[in-house]
């Protein structure tokens, strides 16, 4: 709990509202794995919201930036004002809320991060129990990185410990999301166990952990097709995400758990071979770069609204770095064939090397349809000093963001809330008949023209051959001495070879 008393002062003592930090490795495949629980950017993500009292605000986000990247060994000291943005309709405050003047905040993205174990060790570190009891033993580095998919966050806000508000707590959260995609890697087989995904179990709870619970989603069509192991110690029900799902619950705190073991490996297997596909989500995007050439190009997004007969509104997010230097009059936004006005747009255009394009848009998106958005945009010759040690990799662009109130197919009860209030922190709901939802579509990656880096190389090479070659040669000859020498007469010994080479009618030597 150090690292967490150490956040919150340095919170408290800066009068720093609220921060939010994501760290994502891969990307979360909707079409196989439906609807994610938690959605997380590829990449590092970092939103703060400061508090009123705060003077000066970028000085602040700098400073705690830095002191964010030192705690979880990230990059995030990376962040400056060439890639930091400041929202007006997106990432409202959570929590105590003093104000939600949008000037107190910052939003800034690096989608070329990636998390590796020193990243994972100080977020293990920040729990109560460390990674020694409870159900942190499952979080071995080996198997997490092994994974599809890999997300973990931290979340810290103020909060009101009564329904008076008459004193204000820090809350930390953080949330880890794993995939194991077992039927895609080869194995065939949708069974799963702890053991099978972490390779170990759970033999007991945190000492310092009012629950300790295990949930396990049985809510497919055909229940008894599927058998889980060990009995579960109850069964739970929740809308969650607009859906009502059925949990099995282990409760780690309960003493009839690991009396028959001494350990719990929970098990899921299906009865006979089941082709289940993931229902669609309602709202899910994707984005991808159009054009050719290095000169030009387009970046396109689609936004899905698969739902029959209900329309809704959704916040665009989208921040462009400045060496792709957009052209807004190009932008163009068709949902069936027609020109779809968004509602409220907002754009701030970039400066070079100072700050990126930030674009904001309300769009409506009408029942059981597809929106297409495009931009184009010119792409800028950067210095030759500029350009990472790779340049032909190219350059990544963050995910746009999306923010939505998605209508709920279940509607949500007050008896809901008050008995599930794990989900109802976690997947937020208005007034039950939508749920709140914060998608990212995938990072894009972009050419930039590069030019030839080995042309240096090889201008050296030959320049050094040249003087090696003439200028060495003509230096030896101004500064060489040249001497005649006289030819010998020979010794003793050639005199007498002579002598006797003569008497013998033999030419002398």
């Not at 830095?66 to 990432?91: E, H, K, M, R, Y």
């Not at 729990?127 to 890999?150: D, Q």
């Not at 255009?349 to 495009?374: C, F, G, W, Y």
């Not at 109802?424 to 990656?445: A, C, K």
């Given at each position: 709990m150090c690292a967490f008393a150490s956040l919150s002062w340095e919170m408290d003592q800066e009068k720093r509202g609220r921060f939010h930090d994501f760290s994502g490795l891969g990307f979360w495949r909707t079409r196989y794995w439906g609807q994610p629980p938690l959605q997380a950017p590829a990449g590092a993500e970092l939103w703060v919201w400061f508090q009123p009292t705060v003077t000066d605000v970028d000085k602040a986000w700098k400073e705690l930036s830095?002191?964010?990247?030192?705690?979880?060994?990230?990059?995030?000291?990376?962040?400056?004002?060439?890639?930091?943005?400041?929202?007006?309709?997106?990432?409202?405050?959570?929590?105590?809320?003093?104000?939600?003047?949008?000037?107190?905040?910052?939003?800034?993205?690096?989608?070329?991060?990636?998390?590796?174990?020193?990243?994972?060790?100080?977020?293990?570190?920040?729990?109560?129990?460390?990674?020694?009891?409870?159900?942190?033993?499952?979080?071995?580095?080996?198997?997490?990185?092994?994974?599809?998919?890999?997300?973990?966050?931290?979340?810290?806000?103020?909060?009101?410990?009564?329904?008076?508000?008459?004193?204000?707590?820090?809350?930390?959260?953080?949330?880890?999301?794993?995939?194991?995609?077992?039927?895609?890697?080869?194995?065939?087989?949708?069974?799963w166990s702890l053991f099978k995904m972490f390779s170990r179990t759970l033999t007991d709870s945190c000492p310092l952990a009012s629950q300790s619970k295990v949930y396990v989603d049985i809510s497919p069509k055909n229940k008894e097709l599927l058998e889980v192991s060990p009995p579960p110690t109850s069964v739970h029900e929740a809308v969650v995400q607009g859906d009502k799902k059925t949990y099995a619950v282990y409760d780690l705190l309960s003493p009839s758990l690991f009396n028959t073991s001494r350990s719990l490996n929970v098990q899921l297997k299906w009865k006979r071979p089941q082709d289940t596909e993931m229902p669609i989500p309602t709202l899910h995007a994707q984005r991808y770069v159009g054009g050719y050439g290095l000169q030009t190009g387009e970046i396109c997004t689609l936004i899905y609204n698969t739902h029959p007969y209900r329309a809704f509104p959704v916040i665009l997010l989208e921040t462009v770095p400045w060496y792709l230097r957009l052209y807004v009059h190009t932008l163009t936004i068709i949902t069936k064939g027609k020109e779809n006005k968004p509602s409220y747009i907002h754009y701030q255009p970039a400066q070079d090397r100072r700050?990126?394009?930030?674009?904001?848009?309300?769009?409506?998106?009408?029942?059981?349809?597809?929106?297409?958005?495009?931009?184009?945009?010119?792409?800028?010759?950067?210095?030759?000093?500029?350009?990472?040690?790779?340049?032909?990799?190219?350059?990544?662009?963050?995910?746009?963001?999306?923010?939505?109130?998605?209508?709920?197919?279940?509607?949500?009860?007050d008896m809901d809330v008050e008995q599930s209030p794990l989900f109802t922190s976690l997947f937020p709901s208005s007034d039950g008949s939508s749920y709140f939802v914060r998608l990212y579509t995938e990072p894009l990656l972009v050419n930039l023209p590069t030019p030839d880096f080995s042309m240096p190389y090889n201008v050296i090479c030959l320049t050094c051959t040249v003087v090696a070659v003439c200028y060495g040669s003509f230096y030896n000859l101004l500064t060489r001495t040249f001497h005649v020498e006289e030819p010998s007469r020979g010794g003793l010994a050639k005199r007498l070879a002579n002598v006797i080479r003569k008497f013998r009618g033999v030419p002398p030597l």
């Amino acid at each position: 709990m150090c690292a967490f008393a150490s956040l919150s002062w340095e919170m408290d003592q800066e009068k720093r509202g609220r921060f939010h930090d994501f760290s994502g490795l891969g990307f979360w495949r909707t079409r196989y794995w439906g609807q994610p629980p938690l959605q997380a950017p590829a990449g590092a993500e970092l939103w703060v919201w400061f508090q009123p009292t705060v003077t000066d605000v970028d000085k602040a986000w700098k400073e705690l930036s830095n002191i964010l990247s030192g705690i979880f060994c990230a990059s995030l000291n990376f962040i400056d004002s060439t890639n930091t943005v400041i929202p007006t309709a997106s990432f409202k405050p959570l929590g105590l809320a003093n104000g939600t003047d949008h000037h107190l905040l910052r939003y800034a993205v690096l989608p070329r991060e990636v998390v590796c174990t020193e990243n994972l060790t100080p977020w293990k570190k920040l729990l109560p129990c460390g990674s020694k009891a409870g159900l942190a033993v499952l979080l071995k580095a080996e198997r997490l990185f092994h994974s599809s998919y890999h997300s973990q966050a931290v979340h810290i806000r103020p909060i009101c410990r009564d329904a008076s508000c008459l004193a204000v707590s820090w809350e930390l959260r953080q949330t880890l999301t794993v995939v194991f995609d077992f039927f895609s890697s080869g194995q065939g087989k949708k069974d799963w166990s702890l053991f099978k995904m972490f390779s170990r179990t759970l033999t007991d709870s945190c000492p310092l952990a009012s629950q300790s619970k295990v949930y396990v989603d049985i809510s497919p069509k055909n229940k008894e097709l599927l058998e889980v192991s060990p009995p579960p110690t109850s069964v739970h029900e929740a809308v969650v995400q607009g859906d009502k799902k059925t949990y099995a619950v282990y409760d780690l705190l309960s003493p009839s758990l690991f009396n028959t073991s001494r350990s719990l490996n929970v098990q899921l297997k299906w009865k006979r071979p089941q082709d289940t596909e993931m229902p669609i989500p309602t709202l899910h995007a994707q984005r991808y770069v159009g054009g050719y050439g290095l000169q030009t190009g387009e970046i396109c997004t689609l936004i899905y609204n698969t739902h029959p007969y209900r329309a809704f509104p959704v916040i665009l997010l989208e921040t462009v770095p400045w060496y792709l230097r957009l052209y807004v009059h190009t932008l163009t936004i068709i949902t069936k064939g027609k020109e779809n006005k968004p509602s409220y747009i907002h754009y701030q255009p970039a400066q070079d090397r100072r700050r990126p394009h930030l674009l904001e848009m309300l769009i409506q998106l009408p029942a059981n349809s597809v929106t297409k958005i495009t931009i184009q945009f010119e792409r800028a010759l950067l210095k030759w000093t500029e350009y990472p040690p790779d340049p032909n990799h190219g350059f990544y662009v963050g995910s746009s963001v999306l923010s939505a109130l998605v209508p709920s197919v279940t509607a949500m009860k007050d008896m809901d809330v008050e008995q599930s209030p794990l989900f109802t922190s976690l997947f937020p709901s208005s007034d039950g008949s939508s749920y709140f939802v914060r998608l990212y579509t995938e990072p894009l990656l972009v050419n930039l023209p590069t030019p030839d880096f080995s042309m240096p190389y090889n201008v050296i090479c030959l320049t050094c051959t040249v003087v090696a070659v003439c200028y060495g040669s003509f230096y030896n000859l101004l500064t060489r001495t040249f001497h005649v020498e006289e030819p010998s007469r020979g010794g003793l010994a050639k005199r007498l070879a002579n002598v006797i080479r003569k008497f013998r009618g033999v030419p002398p030597l």
